[in-house]
């Protein structure tokens, strides 16, 4: 599914690009930034995809979203003063980057209406996916967080299939895991389960969700639109 920057926002994008000061190939592997490295650049994914994630106090990765083409990520560190990263951000497929200082793109934000606008709107919309992701982790358990993600991805990454809806993304259970604050035996734990009900089937560390249904019906999903659930 297109998140809230793409197609639709271009023009926008383009004038963001216009802004860059440089842009970068990164590898598999690689940070593009560091939680409490100093931040002084926005950047824009033009390609590849990006892990944006949060480490908590005991060593547990909580990872909040992947950005992929035109997506923004560090865009936290705006408007404050001495600013510091507050997640990571790691590359887990070839990316390309541009990146924009920081006092480059609030001056442009001031001078660009249109821009700021579409800014906002895209900040918005981001906080309210960020807010509902918390909520499924907070109300609803290690269980419900694990089939809130599933539901997300599939908004984000699923393709329509005779047997269901394939999630078209690579997963370990360590990485599934991360997106649910679960551990990886825990996340091995609810996915067996699943398996056994015939709820979804995993091959080559795809997912196919075969009932949606029961994963929406089993945390009460609100249908909300794919725009605000994805993992995007």
């Not at 690009?17 to 842009?23: E, T």
Request: charged letters at 25%; hydrophobic letters at 35%; aromatic letters at 8%.
């Amino acid at each position: 599914m297109p998140n809230s920057l793409k197609p639709t926002h271009s023009i926008e994008i383009k004038e963001l690009l216009r802004l860059a000061d440089r842009k970068m190939i990164l590898q598999k592997g690689q940070y593009l930034f560091r939680e409490s490295e100093k931040a002084d650049e926005l950047y824009i994914i033009i390609s590849g995809k990006v892990q944006v994630s949060k480490v908590t106090s005991d060593g547990r990765e909580l990872c909040l979203r992947i950005c992929s083409d035109n997506d923004i990520c560090g865009e936290l560190t705006l408007f404050t003063e001495s600013p510091y990263y507050l997640l990571s951000a790691l590359v887990t497929e070839e990316a390309e980057v541009a990146a924009i200082r920081k006092d480059t793109i609030e001056k442009g934000i001031f001078k660009n209406s249109a821009l700021a606008f579409e800014f906002i709107k895209w900040m918005s919309d981001h906080f309210r996916k960020t807010q509902m992701k918390f909520r499924d982790l907070v109300l609803y358990g290690k269980k419900g967080a694990l089939y809130s993600t599933l539901i997300r991805m599939t908004n984000s990454y699923g393709v329509k299939v005779s047997n269901g809806i394939l999630i078209d993304l690579p997963l370990t259970h360590q990485e599934l895991g991360n997106f649910c604050g679960i551990s990886r035996e825990g996340t091995n734990q609810l996915i067996n389960e699943l398996k056994r009900k015939g709820i979804l089937s995993v091959n080559k560390r795809k997912i196919t969700v075969h009932d949606l249904s029961f994963l929406k019906n089993t945390i009460g999903c609100e249908d909300c639109p794919a725009v605000y659930c994805s993992i995007e």
